[in-house]
Structure formats: C-alpha cells, structure tokens
C-alpha cells in the first residue's frame, strides 16, 4: 500500500474504541523531509496519543510525495498537478532534495508502483461491470478513477442493485456517479473508512450541489483493527439508503466500499 497507509493516523475514541483513519495528505514528506534519515519503518502509522510509535509492515510501500522547491522543502506543485504538465520524468522529480525520499517524488501518479490498482482496475477486478458501465458514459469519472494518484473513498453499488436502478429509469449518471465519490473529510483530511463511518458521520459527495451522505452510527466490534473491513452499517442519501456488503478495498490512494443500492441524489 502507498504512502497513505503509511502516514500518522486521525485517532478518535468511540465507546472506549479507537476509531482510525488513514491521512491522503503528504505528512511523510512533512515530517521527514528533514534529512534526519527517517526511515519508513520509523514512521508511526497507528498507536495511542502519548507519541509512541507502532509501525505496521504493509505489503505496499509505494509513496506519493509532492514535489518541493530545492533547499527549502516547500510544494510547489500536487503530483496530479504535475503529471499534467509532463513533468513525471523531469530531474526536478529524481534530483536535488528528492534524493531524500528513497523513491522520489510521485511515484504512484507517474506510474512507477507496481503494487497498488488505481480505482476503475481495482473495481473491474471485483467484478463491479455494471457501475463501471455507468463510469464509462462519463469521461471525466472514467480519467479519474484510471488515475492511481486520485485520493477518495468511492461507494459501488452491487450488479443488481445497478441494474435495478437502470431498469427504472430516469437516472442521471452524472449525478449519480459524483455521489458516490466521498472526498477525503475536510476537517482531517483523511480518506472515509469504515472505522470512521462509525462515528455516523455527515460525508461530503463529489456532487457539489447535493446534500451530505450520513453513515449510522455504531460501536466497533472487538479486535476491529485499522484494515476497517467492517459491513453491516447503513448510508443514507436524500431519498434512500444503502447497507454495506464489503468494504475497506484498498486502492493506490483510496478505499472501495460496496454497497448494496444505488444512492440517488
């Protein structure tokens, strides 16, 4: 997993559990930028709030750092950014201060991370055909689930549940489809996982126009760990309601939650 699953994680306490979600922001830069010779295995990606660190081995280690202006570490540019502008294979991303971030700067969006599927490959490859031929009618959805450096929490509806929606009629699939993105939250900027659902919070759409989604509150079962994984809960919308069948699937930047209705807006 990329470099979100390896930044300092949102610890929240819910019923005596803690609720964890994983940060989309560049803090590995932020915090080892620094040249001290922090290494990855250094950074604490989960623990209590009393600072000690508890690394976790992740079978990915792919990173998405942000290019930095040389000598003073400030970004001047996000990777999205900069790969349109042609700029995945400048020196600017391999020399200077990205000599000290071992993979240099932007490995997933250029596409030099061969252990992490970007959304729309990731969802093919869990058998979500129909939602991916509502994608497929919207280039824009279509170029951003394809690209592996887009950070969201995307909401797929089950085969039938899509079909049921199609054979109904009157669905605007642009709408819809933006309704199921989840931003990562503005407050933590951190990406919705299940854990996070927990706390029956208000989650913010891709559609700008629309209403937040509310996932019900409920208690972590025991041993929940950060992997998330958790089913079973509700996500409410402005006319109706899905239940969670599968979740937590990790992307390069992101996580695929199923569910098992299509939310209307």
């Known amino acids: 997993m990329p470099v979100l699953r390896l930044l300092p994680v949102l610890a929240m306490v819910l019923c005596a559990h803690q609720v ?31 600072g ?58 250029c596409g030099r991370c061969n252990c992490c599927k970007d959304f729309y490959s990731l969802i093919q490859q869990y058998g979500g055909n129909e939602f991916l031929s509502l994608v497929d009618q919207d280039s824009e959805i279509a170029d951003m689930l394809k690209e592996a450096g887009f950070a969201a929490t995307v909401l797929v509806p089950s085969n039938q549940a899509v079909q049921e929606a199609k054979a109904n009629g009157n669905i605007d699939i642009s709408r819809v489809l933006r309704y199921h993105i989840l ?14 659902m927990s706390l029956g919070p208000e989650m ?38 899905a239940t969670v069948i599968q979740s937590d699937v990790n992307a390069c930047k992101g996580y695929i939650t199923f569910i098992d209705s299509v939310l209307i807006p």
């Open 204 to 241: 913010t759409t891709s559609l700008a126009d629309a209403g937040p989604l509310k996932a019900s509150k409920f208690v972590l079962p025991k041993n929940t760990t950060w992997e998330g994984g958790l089913t079973g809960f509700t996500i409410s919308g402005a006319t109706n309601e």
């Open 52 to 109: 000690t660190r508890d690394p976790v081995e992740l079978p990915c280690q792919c990173s998405d750092a942000e290019p930095r202006l040389y000598g003073d570490g400030k970004i001047y540019s996000s990777c999205l950014e900069a790969k349109k502008q042609g700029l995945c294979w400048n020196n600017l991303m391999f020399g200077g201060d990205a000599d000290l971030i071992p993979e240099h700067y932007c490995q997933i969006t």
């Open 183 to 196: 931003p990562p939250n503005e407050q933590y900027n951190a990406l919705w996982s299940t854990p996070f």
């Open 20 to 50: 964890l979600a994983r940060n989309p922001r560049d803090t590995w830069g932020e915090c080892c930028y620094n040249g001290q010779g922090v290494s990855r295995g250094e950074v604490p990606i989960k623990g209590p709030d009393d």
